[in-house]
C-alpha cells in the first residue's frame, strides 16, 4: 500500500514539474523574446506572423479559444492591438487574464509601467531588456515554481543581448545619416537607433486621389534630395513601394520588421544582424561600405 502510494505521489509531482504555463503572444517579437526567457517551461502561442499585420487580426472563434487557455498576455500596447485584443479578452472569459492585472502585459515602450507611446518598440535593442526584466517579473509571480529557471534565464540573456548591442552598433556606423523612405511611423524605433534620416513618409491615405496626390508629392521631394533606400516590412502594401521606386530610381530594402519577416530573422538576435546587414549591403557605395556581421552573435 505505501508503495502504491509513493508511486502515485511521485506521479502527481512529476505531472507539477511538467505543467508549462500558456503564453499568448500578439506578435512574433514578444514570443521570441518569451521563449528566451521561459525556454522549455511555456507554451507559446502567437496571434500573427510576419506577413500579417498585428493590428488587423480578425477576432475568430480560433483566436478566442487560444486565449481562453492563456495563463499570461503578451502585446504592444498603446491602442495598436487592443482594439481586437480587449475583445477577443473578453469573448474568451478567461478569468485569470480578466481579473489578475499581471497577467496581462502591454508593451508601451521602453519601460512597461510608462504609457508614452512608442510605435513597435522592439525595433530598438535598448528597448527589449526593461520589456525582458518585467516578463521575468511577471512569470516568477505567475509561476512560482520555475522562478529560480527564469531569473537565471533573463540573466543569461542580459548579458548576451548588451554585448550584441555593442556589436550592432559597431558594425551599423557606417549608416548613420542614410537617407530613407519609410511608409510610416511603425520604423520610428529603428530610424532613431541607427541614426537614418526619413526622406519621406508615405503615409498611405484613405482615398486613391490622396495617395496619388502625397506620392507624387514624394517623388518632387526626392528629385532636389534623393534618398538612398525605400525600406518595407513583408507586411506592407507593396504598390506604392514598387511605383515610387521606379518613378525616383531608388532600391528597396526589405527588412524583417519581426521575426520571419526576411530570410536570417528567426529571433530577436538575428533580426537585428539581418537588418544591418541589409542596409550595409544594399545602400550606395558613396554612403556605406560592405560590410557584413554574422547573423546571429554566437557565445
Request: charged residues 25%; glycine residues 4%; aromatic residues 8%.
Amino acid at each position: 500500500m505505501r508503495i502504491s502510494i509513493f508511486i502515485l505521489l511521485s506521479f502527481f509531482f512529476a505531472k507539477i514539474a511538467e505543467a508549462r504555463i500558456t503564453i499568448y503572444a500578439c506578435e512574433p517579437e514578444w514570443a521570441s523574446l518569451a521563449r528566451e526567457i521561459a525556454g522549455n517551461k511555456a507554451q507559446i502561442l502567437i496571434a500573427t506572423v510576419a506577413q500579417e499585420n498585428p493590428v488587423n487580426v480578425r477576432v475568430t472563434n480560433g483566436v478566442v479559444s487560444v486565449i481562453r487557455t492563456a495563463d499570461l498576455v503578451f502585446c504592444t500596447g498603446g491602442g495598436l492591438e487592443q482594439k481586437w485584443l480587449k475583445r477577443a479578452i473578453e469573448e474568451s472569459n478567461n478569468v485569470v487574464v480578466r481579473s489578475n492585472p499581471e497577467a496581462l502585459l502591454l508593451v508601451y515602450g521602453d519601460k512597461v509601467s510608462d504609457r508614452k507611446v512608442l510605435p513597435r518598440p522592439h525595433l530598438n535593442p535598448h528597448n527589449i531588456l526593461p520589456i525582458a526584466q518585467e516578463l521575468t517579473r511577471r512569470l516568477k509571480l505567475l509561476d512560482a515554481i520555475n522562478a529560480n529557471f527564469y531569473q537565471k534565464s533573463y540573466e543569461k540573456f542580459s548579458t548576451k543581448w548588451e554585448n550584441s548591442i555593442e556589436l550592432w552598433e559597431k558594425a551599423a556606423s557606417p549608416i548613420k545619416g542614410m537617407r530613407v523612405v519609410v511608409s510610416d511611423d511603425s520604423w520610428a524605433e529603428l530610424v532613431k537607433w541607427l541614426g537614418l534620416e526619413i526622406a519621406a513618409k508615405i503615409d498611405t491615405q484613405k482615398s486613391y486621389v490622396a495617395n496619388n496626390q502625397r506620392l507624387n508629392e514624394i517623388v518632387a521631394e526626392l528629385k532636389n534630395n534623393p534618398a538612398q533606400a525605400i525600406i518595407f516590412a513583408n507586411y506592407e502594401d507593396k504598390k506604392p513601394i514598387l511605383w515610387l521606386s521606379e518613378k525616383t530610381k531608388t532600391r528597396i530594402i526589405l527588412l524583417p520588421f519581426t521575426i520571419g519577416g526576411a530570410a536570417n530573422s528567426a529571433d530577436l538576435f538575428s533580426l537585428f544582424s539581418t537588418t544591418i546587414n541589409s542596409l550595409l549591403v544594399d545602400c550606395s557605395k558613396s554612403v556605406c561600405p560592405k560590410l557584413k556581421i554574422e547573423p546571429e552573435i554566437k557565445r
